[in-house]
């Protein structure tokens, strides 16, 4: 799939989503939550549907990653261990007067319309002065103040001795922790990963965009452990060739946004990244855009800089999607050597290392850290599949069948006797074969088509009088084309097989014509 992005603007984005049932405000009935969101039943199936994608591709289909579920709130310990006690938050500027409060790289981005990113406090106060800017008509006072982003919460009954505990700002460090147990149980060696998928909580200073930045969110993570002494056979030529868009640091240090085509290889040889970074680069890029549909040019890596990069961070590159917003982060994939696993060794005095057969050495894992929020993966899979086709006189949404909200619908040309029951037969074995199908008798079956149209459904299958009655088309039911419109009529007792065939691209609809 390869099309320009449907110019969709954040707030017709969040209108669909609310009409359809995919996303709303939490809360909605008492004026929302600012930065939380509740799922309807259309996100919650997409949300899901995205994330057992990644799970199929990353988990049950690889032997060197395994997965785990740390809880959400853990021994204190753990973010003081990882700094984000200490550093985890964001530049805060608060106005003189109404004592607004403003996340400072966000304020610089917009007025100035360069990157905020990598700016530091000393840059962006000296921005401020320069360019004498002020909110609203008013001064900002100065110097920048540090805001901890980690949302506190206390355990135990016992007031004046209760504990602090946070929820967590990501789930990455429940991994490292844990990285001794899993390694052993699930009998990996090096070089292998853990990942998981669960809630994060940040208490962002300004939510906004919608789901791109929530106070509540999810997050898919990997850990991916090896030893740096060891060269990879992950890096393949395919992928040392695989050619992507890049934002260079160096471009963003001198204040501009040009991208350049690179192929992976050229980034290992200029030394930005290691070839373990740049595999998964590539093994993320690829998913992105073959697995999940996403077209190359709507998709960026963007190398970060040198203030940017965080202490523990030996290189860091994003993986951009090109939102209506522009483009903006979807994904980390960040090196972050031994940092935090050394770190929980001096903090829990826990031998953190492991035996490396390939150097018959003990050794504490680098690692390679992807990382991605699952909301502003769905605002991506919606803007790229979103089309107001005006030929139809409905919206479209094309998204890849395995991760369709349903990958079916079930439409009786009447309700009555015999088509009604014969569908529901038909519905009733595509939910026992577990395919996600949607029954609806109500309406013209234009209006079906439509409606389904708008879901990204990509199959409507119908049942008609033609089904029921003597003739060539004895015992058969169309089934109709999402994005072609196109229709073929099949046995019904085939039609449970060829759905679940077209679901996995074994194939394609124009074979079945
Ligand atoms: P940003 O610079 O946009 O604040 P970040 O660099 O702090 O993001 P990371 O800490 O690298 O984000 O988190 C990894 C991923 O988690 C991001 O790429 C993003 O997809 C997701 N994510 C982070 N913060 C939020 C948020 N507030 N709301 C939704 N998703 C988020």
Sequence with gaps: MSKEVQKLNLEELATFC???????????????????????????ELKNNLKQLYWREFVHKRDDIVGQDGSIITNPKVWEA???VATFGDMLLTTKDTKTKLRADHFI?????????ALGPKEIEDLIVKNNLKYNGEDFELPIQFFSGMLQTQIGADVTKQSKAYLRP???????????????TSRQTLPFGITQIGKAYRNEISPRDFVFRCREFEQIEMEYFFNPEVE?????????????????????????????????????EENRINQIHAYWLGTFFNFFNKSVGLSWENLRIREHTKTELSHYSQAT???????????????????????????????SKTKMEVFDEATKSKVIPHVIEPSFGVERFMMAVIYESYTDDKERGNVVLSVK????????AVLPLVKKDPIGPKAKEIYDELIDEDIQAFYDES???????????????????????ETIEEGENKGTVTIRDRDSTNQVRVKVEEVSQIIRNLIREKIKFEDLQ
């Design 82 to 84: 990882s700094g984000h």
């Design 109 to 117: 981005e917009d007025e100035l319309n360069i990157a905020g990113d």
């Design 401 to 408: 069948p395995s991760i369709a909200p349903y990958k079916v």
């Design 317 to 347: 590159m994003d993986i951009d999607y090109k939102y209506s917003m522009g483009y903006k982060e979807m994904m980390g994939l960040a090196y972050r050597g031994n940092y935090d696993l050394s770190k929980h060794q001096e903090y």
């Design 232 to 268: 990879t056979e992950l890096f393949t030529k395919e992928l040392e060739e695989l050619k992507v868009q890049v934002l260079l640091a160096e471009t963003q240090d001198n204040g501009k946004s040009d991208m350049v085509e690179k192929t992976l290889g050229q980034l290992v």
């Design 443 to 465: 309406g013209s079956v234009g209006k079906r088509y439509a409606r389904q149209d708008e879901i990204g459904t990509p199959y409507c299958i119908t049942i008609d009088y």
């Design 170 to 184: 990501e789930t990455a460090q429940s991994i490292f922790p844990n990285f001794k147990s899993v390694a052993e």
């Design 18 to 44: 609310k009409k359809k049932g995919f996303v709303f405000q939490a809360a909605e009935i008492y004026g929302g939550f600012a930065g939380f969101f509740d799922f309807g039943p259309l996100g919650v």
